[in-house]
Every structure is written in C-alpha cells, then in structure tokens.
C-alpha cells in the first residue's frame, strides 16, 4: 500500500499520538460516572434493563478508554500491560465508585456491582488483545 508517496498531511495520527485528547476522554468518562452515581433518583427508563448489563456496560467503555490512554505517548506500556493496568484501574474506580454511592441518598454499595464492572474491563481486555493478536497474524500472514 505504501507507493513511496508521502501523504499531503504527513503522517495520519491515531488515537494513541493524540495523549491530551485520550486522557481527557477517559478522565471525563470517569466524571460521567461520578455524576451518573451521585443521582440519588435513577429515572425509571433505566430500571427497565438489569443492573449488572448497565455496570458491565459502563465499565466496558472504561476499559477501552483506559488502555487506549496506556497506550499513549508518554507512558506507552505494551498491549499486555497496558490490559493489565486498564483493569486494575477500572477495579479500583469501581471499588471507589461504590464507596462514593454509600454515601448518596438511597444508593447503597454493592459487591455485585463491583464484579459486573470488574467484568466489563476485564472484557474490554480481552476484546482488545484478541483484535491485536488477529492484527498480527494476518499480518505475518500477508508477508
């Protein structure tokens, strides 16, 4: 694919070239989810679907945030540790995040809530290593 040419633009940035823009998203995420937990009143719309697929959901997306921000410039960690880290972060902002919910007006802290985002990072890790071991292999098979 690469004819030589250069790109009138240069060289076409991703996600991880862009640190300012990636730790902004996941810190304001992480804000969202602050606030989303602060609501002592959660609208009925959102008690029609279980709690644990809200949770797994939420922390699901932290979890692609969060390595893709490990992932970053400045700290760069490989695929594998950077997994290792997003999970552990999305842990412990979980664990945090029911401990802040103890102290909300009707909201309570909840261990099963901790393992489903537990679970939704941990998945969100998963997904990811196993989209860059396919990555590789079809690229060693394209050589």
């Known amino acids: 694919m690469n004819s030589g040419r250069q790109r009138p633009f240069g060289r076409r940035k991703g ?3 862009r640190p300012l823009l990636v ?3 996941l810190i304001g995420y992480c ?4 606030v989303g937990s602060s609501i002592s009143n959660v609208p009925r719309e959102l008690n029609k679907v279980p709690d644990y697929v809200l949770h797994f959901i939420e922390y699901f997306i932290m979890g692609l945030l969060a390595h893709i921000a490990f992932r970053t410039r ?3 960690f490989s695929p594998k540790m950077a997994a290792t880290i997003a999970t552990l972060f999305c842990l412990a902002y979980a664990v945090s995040d029911e401990f802040h919910q103890y102290f909300v007006k009707s ?3 909840s261990l099963p809530d901790i393992a489903a985002d537990f679970l939704g990072g941990l998945f969100a890790q998963i997904i990811i290593l196993f989209l860059i071991f396919l990555r590789r292999a079809h690229r060693r098979r394209a050589r």
Not at 31 to 34: D, E, I, S, T
């Open 15 to 17: 996600l991880t070239d």
């Open 107 to 109: 909201r309570y802290a």
């Open 31 to 34: 804000g969202l989810v602050f």
């Open 23 to 25: 730790w902004a998203m």
């Open 74 to 76: 400045p700290v760069s």
